[in-house]
């Protein structure tokens, strides 16, 4: 199947958000907190990113089963790929990377220390070590290999409209059980719903449909609509949720980052001229790579965000992309990124 460029280069955009948002260069700005339009405010309503990454992943996973492939097996070599990322980086991150200053400077065996707690601390709760691994962002590898087995199941069965009624199922728990929470309709459950297949299996499921159909040029203006209603329907709750139930102005999910993943989806797949980019889009290829790896820099230019917040995130974004260009040509550390 031939590449779409456009993906690719909203793939780049996708990771860069990503990191802006783990970063937010405006956190320590002193007049974002209560405002819905402050500038942290609006980065963290910009949830285009990880529904993208699960619609995306279930568009070209459904082109597989469109093209003859076995559902099972398709499924069965995304998810061991996944699998080794996900083990690969869950090891990585386990040494105090963040304390790597302070290591140079009293020895290598102070790491023991916060290993050791770091150790103490994943033993006490296995459940999480289980779907986020040893950093809270791998949680995203979790969900898609849980998104990918269910929806070959389903797949499989020949009941593409009972997983599309799963799938909707699943986001609306979701809500209840975190955004929604307080609300009267909330649920307060041990256990958070961003982890698993509540929020992704949705995206990914509209994914799955669109590869039924060829993208076309009109898929532009319609996702651009969607995305457009989508945050203006964000702001809306997000701002009623925090009025009324003290919720976060950053909430991850809500009714309207559907709206925005599912037409973001769409604007990518129609292939726009002003989207397709042969330098952005090879970057874009690397995206499971830099997603993994930015918390990392992310981590380490940290004590720099209050002093030079623009730089630091070029800094990183910089250092992530060529980290992962370098390692994807390593024939072992490939399999980690790309």
Not at 185 to 197: K, S
Not at 284 to 308: D, E, N, R, S, W
Request: with cysteine; hydrophobic share 55%.
């Amino acid at each position: 199947m031939k590449r779409i460029e456009s993906v690719d280069t909203v793939r780049f955009l996708a990771v860069c958000s990503v990191v802006a948002h783990h970063f937010n260069p405006f956190y320590f700005s002193g007049w974002e907190q209560g405002r819905l339009f402050s500038p942290a405010s609006v980065l963290g309503q910009i949830r285009f990113a990880v529904p993208f990454f699960f619609a995306i992943s279930g568009y070209f996973w459904g082109t597989k089963i469109n093209s003859g492939e076995d559902a099972f097996h398709a499924s069965a070599r995304m998810i061991q790929r996944i699998a080794l990322i996900f083990a690969g980086w869950s090891a990585f991150y386990f040494f105090p990377y963040e304390d790597l200053p302070y290591v140079i400077k009293q020895g290598w065996v102070n790491p023991l220390k916060p290993m050791n707690r770091r150790l103490l601390d994943l033993a006490s709760d296995p459940v999480r070590l289980v779907f986020e691994g040893t950093r809270g962002h791998l949680w995203f590898l979790v969900a898609l290999m849980l998104c990918v087995a269910i929806s070959s199941c389903f797949v499989a069965a020949r009941r593409p409209y009972a997983l599309a009624a799963l799938s909707a199922v699943l986001y609306l728990l979701g809500l209840m059980a975190k955004a929604y929470a307080n609300t009267p309709v909330g649920l307060h459950i041990p256990f958070d719903t961003r982890d698993g297949p509540f929020f992704g299996m949705l995206f990914f499921c509209w994914g799955c449909l669109l590869s039924k159909k060829t993208p076309v040029p009109g898929w532009l203006w319609q996702g651009a609509a969607m995305v457009a209603a989508g945050c203006a329907l964000r702001f809306g709750e997000v701002y009623l949720l925090h009025a009324f139930f003290h919720r976060s102005l950053e909430e991850e999910y809500v009714l309207g980052t559907v709206l925005v993943g599912f037409g973001v989806t769409l604007v990518a797949l129609s292939n726009p001229v002003f989207l397709r980019s042969r330098v952005l889009g090879e970057i874009g290829k690397l995206a499971l790579g830099i997603y993994a790896l930015q918390l990392l820099f992310v981590g380490l230019f940290k004590p720099i965000k209050t002093v030079c917040p623009a730089g630091g995130f070029l800094a990183i974004l910089l250092l992530t992309v060529l980290s992962v260009y370098f390692m994807a040509k390593n024939k072992v550390l490939r399999y980690f990124v790309a």
